[in-house]
């Protein structure tokens, strides 16, 4: 089991950035691939990045966004750089074991409550 919270939401210009956190707590942050995903108004839930051993992006914030992890801290980040309208979302780390599949949503076992990213043009 393990818990996790996002940290860093907020409201920007676009062209602005901003730095997303997620503390995990419970069992060996380790052996857990970190995602983020984002679920605008009216729309489903889509993958943004993901860790495992290499990072993985989803085409519309490759180049402008970047995953790390901290592992002696449990925590994984989002940085996001050249934010559009578009980006604004609800923003969600999950984690996971290793295998495959890492875009997909329905394969991650935990989830946090989300933090609000709001983008103005």
């Known amino acids: 089991q393990v818990q996790l919270v996002e940290f860093g939401g907020g409201l920007v210009q676009a062209g602005g950035s901003l730095r997303l956190s997620c503390v995990a707590s419970?069992?060996?942050?380790?052996?857990?691939?970190m995602g983020w995903f984002r679920q605008a108004p009216g729309k489903e839930r889509e993958f943004v990045a993901a860790?495992?051993?290499?990072?993985y992006y989803a085409d519309s914030v490759k180049g402008r966004f970047t995953i790390s992890r901290d592992n002696a801290k449990s925590t994984v980040y989002l940085q996001m750089n050249s934010l559009k309208p578009e980006d604004t979302a609800i923003y969600y780390c999950?984690?996971?074991?290793?295998?495959?599949?890492?875009?997909?949503?329905?394969?991650?076992?935990?989830w946090g409550q989300g933090t609000q990213v709001t983008v103005s043009s």
């Open positions: 419970g069992r060996a942050f380790t052996s857990y691939v």
């Open positions: 999950a984690a996971r074991g290793f295998g495959a599949n890492y875009k997909e949503a329905s394969t991650y076992d935990y």
């Open positions: 860790f495992s051993v290499t990072t």
